[in-house]
């Protein structure tokens, strides 16, 4: 019988290199906070050699939503929609005390004045460290958003088996 | 503690320090040692489990009493 002697340290390099751990995360909420508490497991995971996905849906899309730029669906009432839901990274508003946008002016100074990323900054980063973006078609067609709108990197378009899919081999899969 | 390769990251939160380590780190040569200089404490848990997941080797960790804050000098040898 051959025995080969690997070092530890190798192997286990060559492991990740080959499996890596999977983490894939279900972006509902388009709220700045748990955006960005999205985005920082991601970046987080993506800098520990872990495999990212993220699936933006319903309220999330805002999150990769081109700024001032508004989709013109066929019916009046996703055209309304379209005009009360303005997208853009850096129009998220807060969860809590967003104040008609003086809480959330706020917080994105203090952000600012502490050197900490804010949401456009980590996606940017996001996708740098090659963290799979995907929107979900269903809800894009319910709220009237065309594909046209969101920021350029998006992977794919895509439903519910896809995720399923990235999710059955995922280690950490989150709702946020 | 002998770094090969010196990271600044004072001021920078979590998630910056360790995302600028895996950048930095792919630098660097297989035995090498980075030294990542922080005022986040969270580096003190952050980096080891950095370490762990990724494979590479977490060689010590210092503390500096800096102007304000501490100082947090994490050294991490290439893999």
Request: aromatic share 6%; net charge neutral; proline share 4%.
């Amino acid at each position: 019988m051959n025995a080969t002697n690997v070092e530890p340290a190798t192997a286990l390099a060559e492991l990740r290199e080959t499996k890596p751990d999977k983490v894939t995360l279900v972006v509902l909420s388009g709220d700045m906070d748990r955006v960005m508490a999205a985005l920082i497991i991601a970046t987080g995971a993506a800098a520990m050699g872990m495999q990212v996905t993220m699936f933006y849906t319903f309220w999330g899309l805002n999150a990769i939503r081109k700024e001032n730029v508004s989709s013109t669906p066929k019916d009046w009432l996703r055209r309304a929609f379209g005009w009360l839901n303005k997208g853009g990274a850096s129009r998220l508003p807060l969860s809590r005390f967003h104040f008609g946008g003086l809480g959330t002016t706020m917080m994105k100074k203090v952000m600012k004045d502490n050197r900490m990323p804010g949401i456009p900054e980590l996606m940017e980063t996001a996708q740098d460290l090659g963290v799979k973006m995907i929107a979900c078609t269903t809800t894009l067609g319910l709220m009237g958003i065309s594909k046209e709108t969101l920021i350029d990197g998006i992977d794919q378009l895509a439903g519910v088996s896809t995720y399923l899919n990235e999710a059955r081999h995922g280690s950490v899969n989150l709702f946020i | 503690m002998q770094a090969d390769v010196k990271l600044d990251t004072l001021g920078y939160f979590c998630p910056m320090p360790i995302i600028l380590t895996s950048k930095k780190i792919k630098e660097l040569l297989p035995g090498q040692v980075l030294e990542v200089i922080s005022d986040d404490e969270g580096i003190k848990k952050d980096m080891p489990a950095w370490c762990e997941t990724t494979g590479h080797h977490m060689v010590g960790m210092e503390e500096e009493n800096g102007a304000d804050k501490k100082i947090y000098k994490a050294y991490v040898k290439k893999v």
